[in-house]
């Protein structure tokens, strides 16, 4: 294996392994749990150990040696696997059938998009906004449909922000362009994202991400929640008056543990549901008073607008978040996509 290959793994390596501890020891207990979703944070630990194995391996000259015949795996496959330890030669046909199509998708992250315009939903309204703390931020939204033609979005918040949180972002939003076309469903969806994602060499964080499949025939959501804060689903109830749902994390977020599973969930909807989705950047900003704006502060925002537009609701948003912040800037990049159902 050429050095230079070796090198830049164990960089990146040890880029991801900086920036797991740092969420360890530096993440309030708070965002921790929502991030991890069921996951353990034991499981962190445990990704941890495994990087450090890596590191070990890769300080040794050893990292992507082949078991069978001791040779050295294409370094191409290393950068995107560094865990890859058998020559494609090697490989039964299904096997390198399977991982050619990965290798594609990973060559999809090397391209640099931008987020789609919202489109005409049948059956909703959407509206979005986005306001980065940056220039660049690291904060992802998207319209990508699945396989069987349920119109899908996505929204993605990489940890961090600034330049390296952006391209870490057009990674992501290059791997769901490319994995949701082809999925089932966005547990499916979200399960091939985190296989692609984990041991990349080229991502060096995690990234939360809420994956959703709307049905206009049959008027039914379905969504995975890889560790991002929880979407407020809000339900027109008696006289006007809403009872809010929280659509909590069904699995951890992308590239934080080693082992991840993802479970969706899925529900009717009825005219008049108002979905608001937003990164970390809404409820943690912080005001004059030194508290957040918190999540509970968004849904009495959002039940006082009565049966108002998406972007009318993200405009009664952001100009409470303005009043909240009474001039200062956001220390994190925001995002909010708002979905009325017809």
Known sequence: MQPAILEQVRTSLLGKRAALSQWLTGTPAAARAVQLGPA???????????????????????????????????????????????CLDHLSGEEAAGLERELEMAQVVQQALLPSDVPDLPGAQVAAFTRPAQIIGGDYFDFIDYQHGALGWAVGDVAGHGVSAGLHMAGVQALCRAVIPASDGPAAAAEQVQRLFVHNSRYTTFVSLFLAAFEPARRRLTYCNAGHNPPLLLRPEGAGHPAPRWLHPTGPAIGLIEQATYAQESFPVNPGDLLIMYTDGLVEAVGAEGEAFEASRLAEVAAGVGNASPAEVIRAVTQSLDAFLGGRGLADDLTLLVVRFE
């Not at 150990?49 to 070990?56: I, N, R, V």
């Not at 000259?61 to 890859?84: K, M, N, P, W």
Request: with cysteine; glycine share 8%; proline share 0%.
């Open 40 to 86: 353990a944070e034991t499981e962190v630990a445990e990704h941890l150990d495994h990087l450090d194995g890596y590191l070990a391996t890769a300080a040794a000259g050893e990292l992507g040696r082949c078991t069978i015949c001791h040779d050295f795996v294409e370094s191409e496959r290393l950068v995107a696997d560094y865990t890859a330890g058998v």
